[in-house]
Each structure stands twice: as structure tokens, then as C-alpha cells.
């Protein structure tokens, strides 16, 4: 699996976008970028995944560069309930998903 | 839909003793993920299932472990004997194979504390 780089922390203004980068330089062709994030103490939760093309759903949309070797979450309009833990993951498929430590957000007031 | 549900959300028991966790899955989804966070070592799958059958038991830590699903609506995940480097939240997951968001949906996992 593709390894991916992500900041340890970053703050966000409230009603502000969050711009949450990833850098996955070793991802091959069939590889995804998901993404997921967990609130404390709950469980992941599903936010996003693209293969080449940008992606927007009702939570978030997924830049992903032309050459794929990065990409960046946009949270539009970030809200306290978006503190969490934000994880990037590249995989064929997200049967064996391997979390790594993530980027932590603070929206702040 | 309830989502998936874990049973207990908090357990503690004594080393040695016999722990089992349990896990409903979403309603048609047909594979279920067990996952394991400590502060150590992060989130790790554990085991996953597809259609009741384990498919890759790969990151179960040792034979002290054990996961069965004996149908498409329950799973447990069993520890004997428990010892106190097992304390963590043990997640369970499941999934529907495609559709556009074919993705795991976790449930709010089981806090578990060995003394």
C-alpha cells in the first residue's frame, strides 16, 4: 500500500474552509484516496474516496493533483462538530484499511 | 437503520478472565471488520469477514483471540485468557460490496479494560 504523509495537527476558523492535505507520492494506479475521520470516541466514519477525478459529496469534496501523487480535503464550511481526526488512506479497496495518525482538527469559535 | 451495533460499550474485567465482544451489522451489509485502537499502536484490522466466512485473519494479534460469525447478523470477538496490554476500543465494521459509497460503517466500539 501506498504510504501517505498528512500534518500532525491544524486549526480552522469556524464558518471557514478547512484545506486538509495528503501527500501519498508512491500511489499506483488502482489505488484510492479515502478518506475518513473520527470524532472522539466514536467509531471512523466514511467521508470521501477518488481515484483521478475531484470528487464533492454532501460532506466534503477531494482534490486530488493531476499526477496523484497528493491531494486535499476541503471541508467547505467548517462547524466545532467537524473536530475530529482526519485520516488518508490509499488502497486497491477499503476491505484492510490501515489507519495511520492522521491529521488532528480543531475548529475553533 | 440502527446502524451497527456493539455490545458492551464498556467492559472491564480481570486478567485472565474470558471476554467477549459482540457486533450487529448493518442489516444486508456482507462483510464485518474487527479493529483494535490503542493510543500505541492506532487503529489495526484485526479480522475481516465476508458472507459469515473469515477472510484474512492476518492481524489478530496471538491464539488468545478468536472471531466467529455464525450468521449474517452477529459477530463476536473472543479474548482467552484476557491480559491487561488487551485494554483498548474494539471496533466492529461493516459493509455492503458495491453501490457508490461501498465504504464501512463502524459502530461505536466496546471500551475494554483489563486489570
Known amino acids: 500500500d501506498a504510504k501517505t504523509t498528512q500534518p500532525p495537527s491544524m486549526d480552522c476558523a469556524e464558518g471557514r474552509a478547512a484545506n486538509l492535505p495528503c501527500n501519498h507520492s508512491t500511489i499506483s494506479g488502482n489505488e484510492y484516496v479515502y478518506w475518513y475521520r473520527q470524532i472522539h470516541s466514536q467509531g471512523p466514519q466514511y467521508i470521501i474516496h477518488g481515484l483521478k477525478n475531484n470528487e464533492t459529496n454532501e460532506m466534503a469534496s477531494l482534490i486530488i493533483t493531476e499526477d496523484r501523487k497528493s491531494s486535499t480535503l476541503i471541508l467547505p464550511h467548517a462547524t466545532l462538530r467537524d473536530t475530529a481526526v482526519y485520516y488518508c488512506?490509499?488502497?486497491?479497496?477499503?476491505?484492510?484499511?490501515?489507519f495511520g495518525a492522521g491529521t488532528t482538527v480543531t475548529v475553533r469559535a | 437503520d440502527a446502524g451497527v451495533i456493539q455490545s458492551p460499550r464498556h467492559e472491564v474485567t480481570e486478567m485472565g478472565q474470558e471476554v467477549t465482544l459482540r457486533c450487529k451489522p448493518i442489516s444486508g451489509h456482507d462483510y464485518l471488520f474487527w479493529y483494535r485502537q490503542t493510543m500505541m499502536r492506532g487503529l489495526e484490522l484485526l479480522i475481516y469477514f465476508n458472507n459469515n466466512v473469515p477472510i484474512d485473519d492476518s492481524g489478530m494479534p496471538e491464539d488468545r483471540f478468536s472471531a466467529k460469525m455464525p450468521n449474517a447478523s452477529f459477530s463476536t470477538l473472543k479474548i482467552q485468557p484476557s491480559e491487561p496490554r488487551d485494554s483498548a476500543v474494539y471496533f466492529c465494521?461493516?459493509?455492503?460490496?458495491?453501490?457508490?459509497?461501498?465504504?464501512?460503517?463502524f459502530g461505536p466500539g466496546t471500551r475494554l479494560t483489563v486489570l
Open positions: 488512506i490509499v488502497r486497491v479497496n477499503d476491505y484492510k484499511l490501515s
Open positions: 465494521a461493516s459493509r455492503k460490496r458495491g453501490g457508490r459509497t461501498d465504504t464501512q460503517y
